[in-house]
Structure formats: C-alpha cells, structure tokens
C-alpha cells in the first residue's frame, strides 16, 4: 500500500481509533469510507471532508455484510484496503454461573465480525494494486485482562487468524496487525478520560508515523503496548500478567470512586 491515493473502508469508524485513523488516512490523501451502526456518528467523521464517505453497518449481521459489500464496491470499485476496526468490550465476572449474552456478541463483532468481512471482500482485494487488510487487535491478545476475558479472547484470536490470512495470501494482499495499548475511547464506561491510558490523538499520530516507515511491519505496535506484545518472548508473562491486571483495577477503581 502506498501512503496516498488508496481507496480505504473502516469499520467503526464514527468514534475513537477508528475516526482518528479514517481522518489522518484522507488527511494523507486517500479516499476513505467509514461504516459503522450509527449514521450521525458517521456523518461526524466525513464532515467537511471531500473524497470521505459513510455507509452504515451492522458487523453483527451476516446478510447485511453481504448487502453492504456490494454497495460499496459497486460505488468504490477501487477499493483497496479493508480495516477491521468495529469492536466491543465488556467486563465480566466468570467466577459464577451467569448470562452468557455479552459473551456471545463479543464472538459475533469482534471475530465472526471480521470473518466474514474479510470474506465479503477477498476476492475482490486480490485483484487490486496496493492490496491491504488490516486488522485491529490489542495489547490483551498477548496478556489477558481477566475482567475481559472473552474481549481478550477474540483478540487473541484474530491475531491468530491474521498470521494465517498474511501467509494465505502471501504476494496477493498484504495483512497487517494494529495491536493498541489502552487508548482513550469510548470503548469502555469512564475509558475516555481515564488515567493511564494513552490519548487518542498520539495514538493515531503514533500509529500513522509507523505505518509509513519502510520496509513496511507486520505489525503496527506503539511503544506503548510493546511489553504486553513481547512479554512472553522476553520471558516476562506472569508478572506482565499481574502488573497489567493489577493497574488495571487501580484505573477502574480510580474512576469509580
Ligand atoms: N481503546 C482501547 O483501549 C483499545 C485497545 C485495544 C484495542 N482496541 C480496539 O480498537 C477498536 C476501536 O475501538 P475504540 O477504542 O475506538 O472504541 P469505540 O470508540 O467504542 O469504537 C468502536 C467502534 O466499533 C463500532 N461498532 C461496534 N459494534 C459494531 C457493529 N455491530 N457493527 C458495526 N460497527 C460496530 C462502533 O460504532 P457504532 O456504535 O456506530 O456501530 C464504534 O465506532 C476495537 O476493535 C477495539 O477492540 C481499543
């Protein structure tokens, strides 16, 4: 993918990494489609923006997948870069038995979601130039946090299946992994502003600066989520494991007081 002149989908893109990203993305000159659930959200992202435009979606819903991806390639025939960014979070207490619905709509959005994105538009990314997936993952694919078990899971998970998708499609489309630290969203209740957690707008600043660096990375890491990625190669998982868990309750605890 070249820095400029792509045609870009990302989903989720009416709030948090999502917008910063879809923003800096035409800032550099690409034209840029966000989806997502919310119309008014979406028409935030795009306002005032030339060459930016908003399709709403839901991820969760396969037949609307499929009805979106002929919309947009039919209007975007140009498309050529794919971002999997929509996601949700959800704490959990899995010490008792419980209601498993949050459990299963963090599987249907942040990795069915995915799939079946990816498979909507496979076909048609092999045949463009400058051919990119690019997946949102995080720091908790590589250490949990335990409040977010399932969250991290599927986190997991999708780094699993993007290093199967990036060797699947070896020459033919490139896959890249964003892997965020904790950012400052919407993501979670009280996660905007909380203490600890890395502002959005160095964030995506961070990000952006990465992704132009060549030889082009696998993975997009911010210094920031760095000790969660390598723990386990440096051979610090448990206590990165108790560190992370640990702040993580001070953070929460902090904006409940
Ligand atoms: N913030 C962090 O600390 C952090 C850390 C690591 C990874 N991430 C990942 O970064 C990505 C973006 O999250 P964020 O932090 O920017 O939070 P956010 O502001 O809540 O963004 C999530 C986006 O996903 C969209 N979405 C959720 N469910 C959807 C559905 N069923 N169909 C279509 N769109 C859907 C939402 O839009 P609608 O509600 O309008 O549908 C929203 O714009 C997520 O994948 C998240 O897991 C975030």
Do not use: C
Request: aromatic share 4%; hydrophobic share 45%.
């Amino acid at each position: 993918m070249t820095p400029t002149g792509n045609t870009i989908l990302i989903t989720g893109g009416g709030s948090g990494i999502g917008a910063a990203l879809a923003q800096r993305l035409h800032d550099a000159g690409n034209s840029v489609i966000v989806a997502g659930r919310r119309q008014e959200a979406l028409d935030e992202t795009i306002a005032g923006r030339e060459r930016m435009s908003a399709v709403t979606l839901d991820i969760d819903d396969p037949a609307a997948i499929t009805a979106f991806a002929a919309r947009v390639l039919a209007d975007h025939p140009a498309l050529n870069v794919v971002i999997n960014n929509a996601g949700i979070m959800k704490l959990e207490d899995i010490t008792a038995k419980r209601d498993l619905a949050d459990v299963e709509a963090t599987i249907v959005t942040n990795l069915l979601g995915p799939i079946r994105l990816i498979d909507a538009f496979v076909d048609h990314l092999k045949m463009q130039d400058g051919a990119t997936i690019v997946n949102l993952t995080s720091g908790l694919a590589f250490v949990p946090l335990t409040a977010a078990p399932t969250y991290s899971a599927t986190k997991a998970a999708i780094h699993s299946y993007t290093v199967s998708l990036r060797r699947a499609l070896e020459g033919q489309v490139a896959v890249i992994e964003i892997a965020p630290p904790g950012v400052q969203t919407a993501l979670t209740p009280g996660q905007e502003t909380r203490p600890g957690y890395m502002p959005l707008d160095a964030f995506a600043d961070e990000v952006m600066a990465l992704w132009a660096e060549l030889p082009p990375s696998n993975e997009i890491l911010v210094e920031r989520v760095r000790p969660l990625r390598n723990a386990e190669a440096d051979h610090r998982f448990p206590e990165t494991l108790g560190q992370l868990n640990e702040s993580a309750e001070r953070a929460r605890a902090a904006g409940n007081a």
